[in-house]
Structure formats: C-alpha cells, structure tokens
C-alpha cells in the first residue's frame, strides 16, 4: 500500500465522498506521475461506476474527455452498477484498435483503488467479429419488473440448487 493513498478513508456507511473520489484519484494520479502518463495516452478508461455521475465526475477532474469516458456513457448510464466493470471494458476493447491504449480503474467499496492499463492487440479483430457486441445485446435487452426477475431468479435456483434468500416471497 502507497502512504500517497492514506489519506482515501473510508468514512461511515456510504463510500461515494469522500473515499471513492479520492481513492480513484489518488491511484489515477499515483499511476500516471510514476510512469509518466497522461490521460491523452488513453482511447478510454473504464473507471469502477456504481452510477453514471461518480466515474464522470472523477474521470473529467483527472482530465479525460467524455469520449475517452464512453464506456461509462454507453454501457453504466444504461444499465447502472455492473460492479465489476467488465462489461464497460469489452465495450472499451470493442470500439478500439490494435495498439489503443485502456486505463482500467477499479475500486473497492472503500478499501483501496487498482489500476491497470491494457493494450489491444491485433486479436481483438477476430474476437469482435465472433460474438454479439455489447451494444447488440444492450439493444435487444428487455426491461422486467421485479416480479419477473424474482421468477427467474427461482428457476436459477431450482436448476443451480442456489438458495436466494434475497428474494423470498
């Protein structure tokens, strides 16, 4: 653990301010002075979004563009948390090149921010073309109610033997 990241602390039940901002910021800002990066090295980055406004916020503080940020805007604004951010990544390596650049940050529900970066190889060509794009699949979503998602959930638990204690009736 960095001593540059201390001062990102986790305060009380709701981690949004100030331990999210800062955690992401301190990392973001750790990782690019040490390796003598800047945001304009980045075609996106995918930063951990538990809503729309928090990666956009941040995102733009540390100086990338909405565009670099498209992967919040296509993929979280429309369906909201994916947690662990690798929807919004596949969406990021679907809509690059050979050889663009990704900065992924994640973040631990107060505990502490990674990052990596990625670089897209040539095999991203082939493996584009062999499954539905996210933004297929986001085309073709059905919104349910919560009654219908609860009915799916059962049969999951019927045929996976998983107890969903969550979602009793």
């Known amino acids: ?7 990102a ?27 003598g990066e800047s945001a304009a090295n980045f075609k996106y980055t995918v930063i951990h979004s538990p809503n729309f406004k928090f990666p956009m916020t ?4 540390l100086g990338f563009s909405k565009e670099q940020l498209d992967p919040m805007v296509k993929v979280s604004k429309n369906i909201g948390n994916t947690y662990s951010g690798i929807t919004e990544l596949c969406w990021a390596l679907e809509h690059s090149k050979p050889e663009d650049r990704i ?3 994640k973040y631990g529900s107060g505990a502490q921010a990674v990052i990596t970066s ?3 190889t040539d095999a991203i060509l082939d493996v584009v073309k062999s499954r539905p794009t996210v933004d297929q699949l986001l085309e073709s ?29």
Not at 12 to 21: E, N
Request: glycine share 6%; proline share 1%.
């Open 141 to 169: 979503r059905q919104e349910i109610d919560f009654h219908t998602y609860n009915k799916i959930m059962r049969k999951k638990e019927n045929i996976h033997g998983v107890t969903n204690t969550l979602f009793k009736e």
């Open 1 to 7: 653990v960095d001593d540059r990241t201390k001062e």
């Open 118 to 120: 990625v670089r897209v």
């Open 9 to 35: 602390f986790h305060k009380g039940r709701f981690t949004g301010i100030p331990a999210y901002m800062k955690h992401i910021r301190n990392v973001t800002k750790i990782y690019m002075d040490d390796n």
């Open 103 to 105: 900065m992924v940050v």
């Open 58 to 61: 941040v995102g733009e503080e």
